[in-house]
T-cell receptor, first 111, second 114 residues
Framework: GQNIDQPTEMTATEGAIVQINCTYQ??????LFWYQQHAGEAPTFLSY????GLEEKGRFSSFLSRSKGYSYLLLKELQMKDSASYLC????????????FGTGTKLQVIP | GAVVSQHPSWVICKSGTSVKIECRSL??????MFWYRQFPKQSLMLMAT?????????EQGVEKDKFLINHASLTLSTLTVTSAHPEDSSFYIC??????????FGSGTRLTVV
């Protein structure tokens, strides 16, 4: 089975940095994704990690430690539009390549 | 980039009727399509995986006779909610594996059964 844990809610200030953590336990591992989802909309792709380390893409960075079953999404220079839910998703090895999503972290950016 | 077009965006139907939701991959071939359901303030729950030309694989607890999935071509997958009831009201989203390694989501369909 698979288990993915994320904090339910976070609040951060505009212009600041926020780190959203994700821990997972899966039967096999073939990549971890981060998605952003605004209320009432479909998720949009943010990042993908399959090897240990940090992937940086503009204001967003994602880190992975496979041995610890741990990832985080780092958002810098927060903007009001970053208020959204952030979903951590893990793809197990083999099978249909289906992805399991965590419950998501609702981030509220305040002025 | 890869685009998945999902229609309709929202639909209201009466209890007992059926509703069809379509997902099309516009600029790539989607051999595998995933169908999710999302209730308010909850995460995406995988309902089924469809593969072009074969029967869909349903997750545990999902009624295959109620949620009919057809993946007749490499660019089109459909989900039909049959004999809809108010508890089927939800946000339905499709997703396709898209190059190089990610998943592209459709825009979602908000179904309300009255």
């Amino acid at each position: 089975g698979q288990n993915i844990d994320q904090p339910t809610e976070m609040t951060a200030t505009e212009g600041a940095i926020v780190q959203i953590n994700c821990t997972y336990q899966t039967s096999g591992f073939n990549g971890l994704f981060w998605y952003q989802q605004h209320a009432g909309e479909a998720p949009t792709f943010l990042s993908y990690n399959v090897l240990d380390g940090l992937e940086e893409k503009g204001r967003f960075s994602s880190f992975l430690s496979r041995s610890k079953g741990y990832s985080y999404l780092l958002l810098k220079e927060l903007q009001m539009k970053d208020s959204a839910s952030y979903l951590c998703a893990v793809r197990p090895s083999g099978g249909y390549q289906k992805v399991t999503f965590g419950t998501g972290t609702k981030l509220q950016v305040i002025p | 980039g890869a685009v998945v077009s999902q229609h309709p965006s929202w639909v209201i139907c009466k209890s007992g009727t059926s509703v069809k939701i379509e997902c099309r991959s516009l600029d790539f071939q989607a051999t595998t399509m995933f169908w999710y359901r999302q209730f308010p303030k909850q995460s995406l729950m995988l309902m089924a995986t469809s593969n072009e030309g074969s029967k869909a694989t349903y997750e545990q607890g999902v009624e295959k006779d109620k949620f009919l999935i057809n993946h007749a071509s490499l660019t089109l997958s459909t989900l039909t909610v049959t004999s809809a009831h108010p508890e089927d009201s939800s946000f339905y989203i499709c997703s396709a594996q898209s190059p190089p390694y990610g998943y592209t989501f459709g825009s979602g369909t908000r179904l309300t059964v009255v």
